[in-house]
């Protein structure tokens, strides 16, 4: 078996720009062996693009690095040969069965026939190898699209938001199996706009306007926000919610059921808010989504 390397990625101020603005701008990023990383941020903020420099498709403007010890100037073949890549918008020859997909990826890299078979059983798609890739639901597609990115037995796996669509079962089972490659060495790196996929991740990378704002685990993420969340009981949730969002102190008010989830960086104000419309809070604890919500301010998306 192949050494875990000690880091998978290792990139120093990455730049680039398309058509004189600049969507990726000094972002370094380290990766270890083995790791799942998460990489987060609004639509448009450069995730793809730094994922498509990693893995050896887009040449940087700028910046240094290594991913699996190769340059990422000089490389970005033989980098190309050793890392899977499953794209946001996966396609297939739908009139094609499963197996007649995978023998053709198999011999685009040119693999023996045994591997589509190991392949089939090791996803659990031998059953259905018969089976048109036009036919299958998201969740099969997902798994057949992972398939073909990791017959070749990539050592770096990139992952661009790979379950949009994707039922929560699916989704689960996606993880389970990115979990096991993870465990047997494989590293990867997953974009998602999903707070609980983030959360699976052993450490998260949140990117905004091309640059990169927080690298942590989501421990550390949640903590160095250093915001405090109160839960609010109110019989009139939406009202209250109505009031406190213009009131100062309060960064952010979310309705769960008949509560609600007040977040703000100032714990004296956040109460005295509360206080001032006649409403108590207990302690909560800040979510994930609470951080990324105020990370991303009020910008909806980063599309310029
Ligand atoms: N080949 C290209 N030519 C011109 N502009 C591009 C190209 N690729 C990406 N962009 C632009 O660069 C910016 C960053 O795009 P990118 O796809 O890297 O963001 P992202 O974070 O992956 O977004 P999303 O979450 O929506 O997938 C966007 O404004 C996009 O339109």
Redesign the pocket.
Known sequence: MTAIPETAISIHGLTKS??G?K??DDVSLQVAGGEIAGFL????????????MICGL?TPDAGTGTVLGLDVLRHQRQIRRQVGYMT?RFSFYEDLSIEENLNFVAGLYHLPRQVVADTLADLGLTSRRRQLAGSLSGGWKQRLALAACIMHKPRLLLL??PTAGVDPKARRQFWDEIHQRAAGGMTVLV?T?YMDEAERCHRIHY?AY?RLVISGTVAEVIANAGLTTLTVETAEPGQLAARLRRAPGVDQVEPFGTSLHVTGSDPAALRAALAAHDATGTAAETSLEDVFIRLMGQSD????
């Open positions: 398309f058509s603005r969507v990726v941020g609004p639509n448009g903020s450069g995730k793809t693009t730094c994922i498509r887009l946001q661009d938001e974009s706009h990117i091309g998306d980063n599309i310029r």
